[in-house]
């Protein structure tokens, strides 16, 4: 029963043009690996490749890559069908609430892991090739990458069923409240799901970090699980009163 | 529902155990968005049939078959559909196939897939001999693996048909069925709503169209402006729609003279004299309209123009309203 809403639903994100531009934007981190692969790194040594790879990962996959995938796939979930009315078919049936909710979450986490722990591992592998605890590295930000799909997930998938202005409201979360704010105000981080996959993929066996002073393991594991139960809550909660808009 | 006019709200069934729920009960619904009243204070109960809901664009046919179908919550009063609380209880959907007005559908899955879809998370137990079963009924087998996007308007309302009667509802909801559809496709949906209802369905089905509903439904529930203006046997509401006074504005070459010798004529029963034209009313339609050719060349007196200044949907149902 659940196994086809995701299939529905899979497919219905694979039509959509931004998907596409995801899996575009995905390839950045591969190219610019291949860039210094190819072009060689300034130091020529391993600990150099080993900065580079983290700074990248970091910079580029962490901070944009994962919320801005995360983001179009959360938001598009429940977005796209309530967006073009066929969120009727959905709710039209004898099915609870929080199947469609965890439904609808797996389809985006599942999504954005494939496309963006794909771009890691390719990346991963062509500046690591030689490095000894490359792979441990990769699988670390693997683990990271995961916790931070559903995470991430389950924030957006409740946020497009709290406000028609999701992708706006999310990307503003993204940008200005993980970007900017919780880059100066220590505090913040606790409130900031790229602090989670910071920490859990520290304690994944990354480590080494040039910015350092991320969340601890724990504190990450524990809050972020509280905030994967308060989103599917919030957004269960929205589904169960939500009204569906009028043709007329 | 009885068989008798009832101009206005009827009174509401009270659900007991000697009155079991009716498939489809609404119990003094309103439902206001900020200070727009949208449906207002309607109450009814529908049994095994077609049952034709009829009013003009914007009157609160879709609230209603959206109150209906746990889409929206009442502001006031209770819906109940297959003996579940329509608003808050999935449940229910069980009992209930629905056809939305809007045009969307998955438009990627073929109608075959959109069936199963439907079947599936209806948990029926072999979704693809229901969802066969489905596409044929709709006479769609043919056309039932392609993709839904390259559907006409038309099979795209009965692959939508399908997927509402995939799992064999005992209450069939539809929103303007019959839009988009070519006269034979009309006719087909007809005969299958008819099949279905024979079968012991309860089917209730908006309209703005008095022709679809008068070909369709035995029953009628009239909307106008958020109230139930009527409900009933349709051909008793069809009456009292044709029996209204009739409006005509006439100009000639001699109004006046023609006003003198119309008023004489049984089917006129007033006249009036305005700025260039004359306003005729009429208590026959047919009489009237058979008859002033043949007055005005008595009196030798040049038509130039006749108009029904009324026959708008919406003037018929403002008289029922007004009645």
């Given at each position: 029963?659940?196994?086809?809403?995701?299939?529905?639903?899979?497919?219905?994100?694979?039509?959509?043009?931004?998907?596409?531009?995801?899996?575009?934007?995905?390839?950045?981190?591969?190219?610019?690996?291949?860039?210094?692969?190819?072009?060689?790194?300034?130091?020529?040594?391993?600990?150099?490749?080993?900065?580079?790879?983290?700074?990248?990962?970091?910079?580029?996959?962490?901070?944009?890559?994962?919320?801005?995938?995360?983001?179009?796939?959360?938001?598009?979930?429940?977005?796209?069908?309530?967006e073009d009315g066929t969120v009727i078919y959905l709710l039209a049936k004898p099915v609870g609430r929080l199947r469609l909710v965890l439904a609808k979450l797996a389809v985006a986490a599942g999504a954005t892991f494939v496309i963006v722990g794909s771009s890691t591992l390719v990346a991963g592998l062509i500046v690591l090739a030689g490095v000894p605890d490359g792979p441990g590295l990769i699988v670390g930000y693997l683990v990271g990458i995961a916790v931070g799909s559903v995470l991430y997930g389950a924030v957006f998938v409740a946020l497009s069923l709290v406000t028609g202005r999701a992708l706006i409201a999310g990307l503003m979360y993204v940008l200005i409240w993980e970007g900017l704010l919780a880059s100066f105000f220590a505090g913040i981080r606790v409130l900031s799901i790229r602090q989670y996959v910071l920490g859990i993929s520290d304690a994944a066996g990354v480590g080494g970090r040039i910015t350092t002073d991320t969340l601890p393991a724990g504190s990450a594991f524990a809050i972020g699980a509280v905030v994967l139960v308060l989103a599917v809550a919030i957004g269960l909660r929205r589904l169960r009163s939500f009204e569906v808009p009028q043709a007329d | 529902m009885s068989d008798t006019v009832t101009p206005v709200a009827p009174p509401a069934l009270e659900p007991s155990p000697a009155n079991p729920l009716a498939?489809?009960?609404?119990?003094?619904?309103?439902?206001?968005?900020?200070?727009?009243?949208?449906?207002?204070?309607?109450?009814?109960s529908l049994g095994a049939g077609v049952t034709g809901l009829l009013g003009p664009n914007g009157a609160g046919k879709s609230t209603l078959l959206h109150l209906m179908s746990g889409f929206l919550q009442p502001s006031a009063g209770r819906v109940f559909v297959g003996g579940f609380p329509a608003w808050g209880r999935p449940e229910m959907y069980r009992q209930v196939g629905l056809v939305p007005e809007r045009e969307a559908v998955y438009s990627f899955l073929t109608g075959f897939e959109f069936a199963r879809f439907n079947a599936r998370l209806q948990g029926l137990p072999d979704p693809d001999g229901a969802a066969t079963r489905a596409m044929a009924e709709v006479g769609l087998t043919d056309a039932q693996h392609r993709p839904i996007g390259t559907y006409s308007k038309g099979m795209r309302q009965r692959a939508k048909v399908a997927g509402a009667l995939v799992h064999d509802p005992l209450v069939l909801l539809l929103d303007e069925p019959f839009n988009g559809m070519d006269p034979r496709q009309r006719l087909s949906?007809?005969?299958?709503?008819?099949?279905?209802?024979?079968?012991?369905?309860?089917?209730?089905?908006?309209?703005?169209?008095?022709?679809?509903?008068?070909?369709?439904?035995?029953?009628?529930?009239?909307?106008?402006?958020?109230?139930?203006?009527a409900s009933g046997d349709f051909r008793a509401i069809r009456k009292l729609m044709t029996d209204r006074p009739h409006e005509f504005t006439v100009r000639s070459s001699d109004d006046r003279r023609l006003a003198t010798a119309l008023i004489g004529h049984p089917a006129v029963f007033g006249v009036e004299l305005a700025s260039g034209a004359l306003v005729v009313r009429s208590s026959d339609f047919a009489a009237f309209a058979a008859a002033i050719a043949g007055v005005a060349r008595s009196t030798g007196v040049s038509l130039f123009e006749l108009l029904p200044t009324d026959e708008s949907l919406e003037s018929v149902f403002s008289y029922l309203v007004a009645r």
């Open positions: 029963m659940i196994a086809e809403v995701v299939r529905v639903t899979a497919r219905q994100l694979l039509g959509r043009r931004r998907t596409l531009l995801m899996g575009l934007l995905a390839l950045v981190p591969v190219l610019l690996a291949l860039i210094f692969r190819v072009g060689g790194s300034e130091t020529g040594t391993i600990d150099g490749d080993r900065h580079f790879l983290v700074a990248l990962f970091d910079a580029l996959i962490i901070t944009l890559l994962l919320p801005l995938v995360a983001l179009l796939m959360g938001t598009a979930a429940f977005g796209a069908e309530i | 498939p489809i009960e609404v119990q003094n619904v309103s439902r206001w968005y900020g200070n727009v009243v949208a449906v207002n204070d309607i109450s009814f949906m007809m005969e299958l709503l008819r099949r279905m209802a024979a079968d012991g369905r309860t089917i209730l089905f908006s309209s703005h169209i008095l022709e679809e509903v008068e070909r369709l439904a035995q029953q009628v529930l009239v909307v106008v402006a958020g109230r139930l203006a």
